[in-house]
């Protein structure tokens, strides 16, 4: 289980700080005709969606008041 800080800034950097980025960066690498910035995106992009996940599941806990994971059996039952 994530502390109260952790999850606040966890869930800051996955729904503001990483989606800015990855529009930044595709900006960038756009204007400067750099040839990986997609590659960059898909890589921010896909941390944003991994560390969305661990928020959720971290959310999903505290709030069923689950201590204790059981597993990821919890999460659909």
């Known amino acids: 289980m994530l ?3 952790f999850y606040d800034l966890g869930k800051w ?3 503001i700080f990483l989606p ?3 529009v930044f960066v595709q ?5 400067y005709h750099m040839n990986q ?3 960059w995106v898909g890589l921010i992009n896909l941390l944003t969606i991994f560390l969305g996940s ?3 599941i971290s ?6 008041n689950d201590n204790s994971p059981k597993g990821w059996g919890t999460l659909l039952g």
């Open 59 to 64: 959310s999903y806990h505290y709030h069923h």
């Open 54 to 56: 661990i928020l959720q």
């Open 20 to 22: 800015a980025l990855a």
């Open 37 to 39: 910035g997609s590659q």
């Open 3 to 5: 502390s109260n800080r």
């Open 13 to 15: 950097l996955v729904l």
């Open 27 to 31: 900006g960038m690498a756009d204007l």
